[in-house]
């Protein structure tokens, strides 16, 4: 069974940074674009941002300058967020598209959820 696992997040002060990491476990055919998205209480889940199986990456306008994506291998990316402001606060969740199994139809799947909280 296809599962993101992710670790990181926590408590830090405003200016302060935070990793968080995810990796995809489990059999699967194929995995393609992987991205980390965030919800605020009381708000949408909103796209952070994005990496591509080549590496291309992309950025919520919110976060550009201060959260870096990347991609160590096919089944893992992290996320660095440093300059973290309060409006940063919310669940983090990654996703990635993963076809399960040959001939079966690619999926969004997704992590469980990291908490991240910026407050002094």
């Known amino acids: 069974q296809v599962q993101l696992v992710e670790s990181g997040g926590g408590l830090v002060q405003p200016g302060g940074s935070l990793r968080l990491s995810c990796k995809a476990s489990?059999?699967?055919?194929?995995?393609?674009?992987m991205g980390w998205y965030r919800q605020a209480p009381g708000k949408q889940r909103e796209l952070v941002a994005t990496?591509?199986?080549?590496?291309?990456t992309a950025y919520a306008d919110s976060v550009k300058g201060r959260f870096s994506i990347s991609r160590d291998s096919a089944k893992n990316t992290n996320l660095q967020m440093n300059s973290l402001k309060p409006e940063d606060t919310a669940v983090y969740y990654c996703?990635?598209?993963?076809?399960?199994?040959?001939?079966?139809?690619?999926?969004?799947?997704w992590g469980q959820g990291a908490q991240v909280t910026v407050s002094s």
């Open positions: 996703n990635a598209q993963i076809t399960p199994r040959w001939g079966t139809r690619t999926a969004d799947y």
């Open positions: 489990g059999m699967f055919f194929s995995i393609y674009d």
């Open positions: 990496v591509t199986s080549g590496g291309s």
